[in-house]
């Protein structure tokens, strides 16, 4: 009897854990530790990486906004130099070209900001129809020989464009410096 109580001892004593039992247990656990580590790597790389988008948006509008203030600064100042040459007569064959110039950048700068409301593109469309304008008579002009007996109109509506390319470009540089706060 004593033998078989002791066999009843050893039956309720749970059996000493071997080193497999050990190892599945720890791998077990470092496979879900493992787990969790990489959704937690996971997700901060997609933030890094939202954020690295997010910062090459805003240094693409950056340079946009940048290339846009050139051109139409550019544009300006080319228009400010028609001025001088319609005032000298001996200028007027090369004023087609110029015309050309500003209006292809105009229509650039148009074309390339998306940023732009629409009052500053109606404003840029309007400055092209008006440079398209006053290019084909000044063409005509050239064709028939005739010197340019409007230079005073013809500035004053290039000085009118260039007021509306000023509040243009303020108001670009306003809404740009403003969607940076």
């Not at 996971?42 to 690295?52: F, G, L, P």
Request: hydrophobic share 40%; charged share 30%; aromatic share 6%.
């Amino acid at each position: 009897m004593k033998f078989e109580k002791l066999i009843l001892v050893s039956d309720e004593q749970p059996a000493s854990p071997n080193l497999i039992d050990i190892s599945k247990k720890y791998i077990d656990d470092w496979g879900n530790f493992a787990s969790v580590l990489g959704l937690i790597i996971t997700i901060i790389t997609c933030v890094t990486a939202e954020r690295a988008r997010r910062a090459a948006k805003k240094a693409i509008e950056a340079v946009t906004q940048y290339n846009t203030s050139m051109k139409i600064s550019g544009v300006i100042s080319k228009i400010e130099e028609v001025k001088s040459l319609h005032r000298e007569s001996e200028n007027i064959n090369i004023l087609p070209d110029k015309y050309n110039s500003i209006r292809r950048n105009l229509i650039a700068v148009k074309a390339t900001n998306s940023n732009l409301d629409s009052d500053s593109k109606l404003r840029l469309q309007n400055a092209v129809s008006q440079i398209k304008i006053i290019e084909t008579d000044v063409e005509k002009a050239i064709e028939e020989g005739i010197n340019l007996s409007n230079i005073a109109k013809i500035n004053k509506i290039f000085s009118d464009i260039i007021d509306d390319l000023e509040e243009v470009l303020q108001k670009s540089n306003k809404d740009f410096f403003d969607y940076k706060k």
